[in-house]
């Protein structure tokens, strides 16, 4: 059975950090695809970020210079650092494998 568990979402200040964390079971992050998305209210929900099992990193283009994908392969969890967040971050951030997704964090920029 696989189960993505994302973590480390929360309220910061236009201009601040955050680093998701995706804690992954059922599935071996080093050999997947894994990917973060988003969903702000009333939007759909948004692609922002992959990483490949050959460690190729891709991203939106709004988030490119500010947010890096990575991962932990001894631990299983992929990561997502946000950095100069912007009130636009703002958003319920899930973490996808192939077919899987996670349950989502809350991600609230505001001042």
């Known amino acids: 059975q696989v189960q993505l568990v994302e973590s480390g979402g929360g309220l910061v200040q236009p201009g601040g950090s955050l680093r998701l964390s995706c804690a992954a079971s059922g599935i071996s992050v080093s050999r997947s695809r894994m990917s973060w998305y988003r969903q702000a209210p009333g939007k759909q929900r948004e692609w922002v970020a992959t990483i490949t099992s050959g460690s190729y990193t891709n991203y939106v283009d709004s988030v490119k210079g500010r947010f890096t994908i990575s991962r932990d392969n001894a631990k299983n969890t992929v990561y997502l650092q946000m950095n100069s967040l912007k009130p636009e971050d703002t958003a319920v951030y899930y973490c996808?494998?192939?077919?899987?997704w996670g349950q989502g964090t809350q991600v609230t920029v505001s001042s």
């Open positions: 996808q494998a192939p077919a899987y």
